[in-house]
């Protein structure tokens, strides 16, 4: 005891330097990451820079990585957000030229989504699959399933240059922007952050938030604790199916035609990868929203600093992948002590 | 050889589980180490094992002080450990479990099974030992594991084996086979570190003893100076902490708080029992005697037949749904089944107030922290921030915290399963007086305990289970920790079988 409270009165600047490493690792490696930035890109802190920022983010992997993180925390793995993105947009995409109306598209979406995530989360919960075969077998599925329809040619927005008025309406939905004191606020940026502070709220202080931890942590207790379990898992797979299917309403918006092989392509690996280098432990159990959002900022501001810095494009994944093993063994040093 | 461990010192966080122990061990000798749960015995002799440094003291082997920093050094000082737990590989076949991490390889690298196998079954050959070594593991029953987990340590050549339990699941026959092969290894020269708790055992087997209790040597000696009676005051200890208990007055009313009968599920059968308002009602017997699996029933955490009711309602479905009826419990092992390491001590606080007593969307940060500081005062819970993780309390404090779980839930009856499991003896004093309260506030208890001196101190009745049924019920004026012991292993019955029929006159069993 008394040793305790000397440890808590001598929270020296030592202490604190140890408790910002341990605790808020992602804020540190944020913070680095920024000053590399500005460094190389001297417009860095540009309006026009930092809302593209949170629009690329949006309309990409930004809210499923919040998804993944809940997933992560619970002890468990999803790899089919990619293929659900590409699914849910080109079928959204048909959907849309279908009934003209870009809300029934975004229903769809979100409902297709929801149906994917509890297929994947009644697969493990149930069917107690491993979560990586799972959502392994989701994804090759998903992917197939979009090939197929897509033969080989992209699902496009129909009307191009006039001729359908809800083109320009869809355009609007990622491109579009409120007008904030003068500021241009992209959409995406708003609900971006608005989720991230929503999903935040959840995780912290709501009852589905400390379970999704106490599963992670330790299932056996959380049963025993009176956590159904089995419900928790399938509600993280399911939040975060609709949260792909969100993305997908954003992500085709961005793009306005997607092409069946390549669209929502390795978003898993990304979002599990801001995940990571946002401090959330892969074993589950521990873990922040906070840090898995900067985790998304985070890659896109190294990817658009390799751009501005002329970097060989075909070797920036393997830059982000040193970054992701120093960030991460950069925590695991500071957790051992 | 020669064994000697010299003022060992064991601290886990600020619980001293050894301190200042001197031991010797000869070849050709088996020493026991005696003391009850949580005495320290474990700890000592994972000192020796490897598994953990000691805090201080040090190893000498044949007077030559010795580092030995894991299992596998340990080994090739000519130590083996044979855990309570079993430590097999469940999906690898019993010779390859013998063999594990010393494989016999053919030239070019692959493994000799047939070689391994040869061996192993030479070993049980000579053991009388009657086991397939090419049998999978996870196939074998318990008592055959057990076996496999003992010959493992005879097939290397060995000095020192060190023995944890290691009868608990064995029958007599077994037992009395393991104990013609320690006097066969004897005679070669081994020597034995026996760890056990059950009397007869450590006078049939052993030369000497050592006694720990609270982590200190109380005693030592040659078995043949000393009788069973002097052993077992040595080990509990006659202090006053005890005597408190003696007189503790009987809170049962004739409310009936619950009630079960003919309850069957996986490894017991037709459990039929009332639990009374106030009542502390403790469920005995041994390891395998379907105990656990009783608790777990109740609780609703695996299936039964049969009716359990409480307050006249009927029991039945999930855990969550028994929590809504106003029942508790408070797992055994708390690291797998209580704690959440990686949440805070307020959360692992909260845990089943989230889950039935919750009525707000979000969570009210300072009520949170009002009903912990509640729990915190009524238990005195030694923490300072309440935002640190669980891990960062001693076991006596994180099981305290799970009391606090349950007791925040406002169930009016609390199972106990096992609740002074590895925790030091000052703080189980504080459960058994806390246990007391809470049947004074009109709470009905079910405490599952193998502890007798536990047992003994708490219980108004105690119904002892032997395989799988209730073998007799004791009442607290009749209570002794030889009687408990005599039903837990079920003594009366085997005389029983027998023809002698003086034990079934005297209870009237129900079995």
């Known amino acids: ?337 | 050889m020669l064994t000697r461990m010299e003022q060992i010192v064991v601290d886990f966080g600020p619980v001293r589980a050894v301190d200042h122990v001197d031991l010797t061990a000869r070849s050709g000798e088996i020493v026991g180490l005696l003391g009850e749960n949580g005495a320290g015995k474990s700890s000592l002799m994972n000192v020796l094992a490897g598994t953990f440094a000691p805090t201080e003291g040090r190893i000498l082997l044949d007077e030559k002080p010795v580092h030995i920093g894991n299992a596998l050094q340990a080994m090739h000082h000519g130590i083996r450990f044979i855990h309570q737990e079993l430590n097999l590989c469940n999906d690898l076949r019993v010779f390859e479990n013998m063999y594990l991490a010393q494989e016999i390889l053919m030239p070019g690298g692959l493994l000799n099974k047939k070689e391994m196998a040869a061996r192993t079954a030479e070993v049980f050959r000579r053991m009388h030992i009657d086991i397939d070594p090419w049998a999978v593991v996870g196939d074998l029953q318990i008592a055959e594991k057990q076996l496999v987990e003992i010959v493992r340590a005879l097939l290397f050549k060995c000095d020192l084996i060190i023995m944890d339990e290691p009868t608990s699941a064995l029958s007599t026959r077994e037992v009395n086979n393991l104990f013609s092969i320690m006097r066969q290894l004897k005679n070669e020269g081994v020597g034995f570190i026996y760890i056990s708790h059950k009397m007869p055992e450590i006078f049939e087997i052993c030369d000497s003893y050592y006694v720990l209790r609270d982590g200190m040597l109380v005693g030592q000696g040659n078995i043949a100076d000393t009788d069973e009676k002097a052993i077992t005051e040595m080990m509990i200890g006659r202090s006053l902490a005890n005597d408190d208990f003696k007189t503790k007055p009987s809170f049962t009313t004739q409310v009936v708080a619950m009630k079960a009968e003919s309850v069957s599920g996986e490894n017991f059968s037709d459990i039929s029992f009332a639990l009374h308002k106030g009542e502390i009602l403790v469920f005995t017997g041994l390891q395998s005697s379907g105990r656990d699996q009783l608790a777990d029933a109740l609780f609703g955490v695996i299936a039964h037949t049969g009716k359990v009711e409480m307050s006249g309602k009927p029991l039945h479905g999930g855990i969550r749904s028994r929590m809504l009826k106003g029942l508790a419990m408070v797992p055994r092992n708390r690291k797998e089944r209580g704690i959440h390491n990686d949440l805070s001590i307020l959360d692992n606080t909260s845990m089943g107030f989230f889950n039935t007593r919750m009525k707000s969307l979000l969570i009210s940060r300072k009520l949170e922290k009002k009903r912990y500081e509640r729990q915190k005062t009524a238990l005195a819970i030694k923490a300072d921030n309440p935002k640190n993780l669980i891990t960062s309390l001693s076991g006596g404090n994180q099981q305290k915290i799970i009391l606090g779980r349950w007791l925040e839930t406002g169930a009016d009856v609390l199972i106990f399963d096992n609740p002074t499991q590895g925790i030091d003896v000052g703080t189980k004093f504080e459960i058994y007086h806390l246990l007391i309260r809470l049947a004074e506030q009109g709470k009905a208890l079910l405490i599952f305990s193998s502890e007798f001196p536990e047992i003994i101190k708490v219980a108004d009745r105690c119904i002892v289970m032997y395989k799988g049924r209730i073998n007799t019920e004791i009442l607290r004026a009749d209570m002794t920790e030889e009687d408990l012991m005599y039903y837990s292993t079920g003594s009366n019955l085997e005389m029983e079988e027998a023809g002698e029929t003086e034990e079934t006159k005297k209870e009237g069993l129900k079995a």
């Open chain 1, 1 to 337: 005891m008394s040793e305790s409270l000397s440890k808590n009165k001598g929270l020296t600047a030592k202490g604190a330097a140890k408790k910002l490493f341990s605790d808020y690792s992602y804020l540190v490696s944020f913070i680095l990451i920024l000053v590399i930035a500005v460094s190389a890109n001297s417009n860095f802190f540009s309006w026009r820079n930092i809302s593209t920022l949170f629009r690329q983010s949006a309309t990409t992997t930004g809210m499923i990585a919040l998804g993944m993180t809940m997933v992560i925390c619970a002890g468990l793995i999803d790899i089919s957000v990619g293929a659900q993105v590409a699914l849910l947009s080109g079928f959204g995409i048909q959907v849309l030229n279908a009934t003209g109306n870009i809300w029934i598209m975004l229903l769809f979406c979100l409902a297709g989504g929801a149906l994917i995530g509890l297929l994947n989360g009644t697969l493990v919960a149930y069917g107690r699959m491993p979560a990586m075969i799972a959502t392994l077998a989701v994804q090759t599925s998903c992917r197939a399933i979009v090939n197929h329809f897509g033969q080989g040619g992209p699902f496009s927005v129909a009307g191009g240059m006039s001729a359908e008025p809800f083109y320009q309406k869809f355009r609007q939905v990622a491109n579009g922007a409120f007008d904030v004191f003068g500021f241009r606020v992209p959409y995406p940026m708003v609900i971006f952050i608005i989720m991230g502070l929503l999903f935040g709220l959840i995780m912290q202080r709501t009852r589905l938030g400390k379970h999704i931890y106490a599963v992670g942590s330790n299932a056996n207790s959380a049963r025993l604790a009176g956590v159904n379990v089995n419900r928790i898992k399938v509600t993280v797979f399911t939040i975060t199916g609709v949260l792909c299917g969100f993305t997908s309403w954003l992500y085709s918006s961005s793009l306005m035609a997607v092409a069946a092989a390549s669209a929502g392509n390795l978003f898993e690996m990304d979002a599990i990868a801001a995940v990571a280098i946002g401090g959330t432990a892969m074993s589950g159990g521990r873990g922040k929203i906070i840090g898995s959002f900067l985790g998304v900022l985070m890659f896109k501001i190294i990817s658009n600093t390799l751009v501005a810095a002329k970097a060989p494009t075909f070797l920036t994944g393997a830059i982000s992948g040193a970054i992701i093993i120093i960030a991460v063994l950069l925590q695991n040093i500071q957790r051992k002590k």
